[in-house]
């Protein structure tokens, strides 16, 4: 079944939700928080939300992505260990140990 969202209209209200409803079922009649009748089916991108991206779009996305990922890691150790995998992470702090001792 499909998932739809919508929006009481009241101005003290404004309640938003999402019911699963069959195609042919009625729209709700009243909101289930105040219990007037102004309720406005909303637009929806559906239950995933999912935009995909395609050329520039998606090269320049990326490149965002990889900047803050850089950002992150540079900031955090848990973050940078993540990355590199747990077993990397400890030999490259063995190695960078050792070089200290010297």
């Given amino acids: 079944m499909p ?4 929006c009481c209209q009241e101005s003290e209200c404004k309640y938003e939700w999402e019911e699963w ?3 042919t079922a009625p729209n ?3 909101c289930p928080k105040c219990n007037k009748s102004s309720v ?4 929806s991108l559906g239950s995933k939300g999912v935009v995909e991206l395609t050329g520039q779009d998606l090269v320049d996305k990326t490149k965002a992505d990889i ?6 890691a540079a900031g955090s150790e848990k973050v940078y260990a993540n990355l590199l995998g747990e077993t990397k992470y400890q030999d490259l702090q063995v190695r960078m140990d050792r070089q200290k001792r010297r």
């Fill in 21 to 23: 409803l069959s195609m």
């Fill in 67 to 72: 900047r803050k990922l850089k950002q992150d």
């Fill in 40 to 43: 406005k089916k909303l637009i």
């Fill in 28 to 30: 709700p009649e009243s």
């Fill in 3 to 6: 998932t739809y969202e919508f």
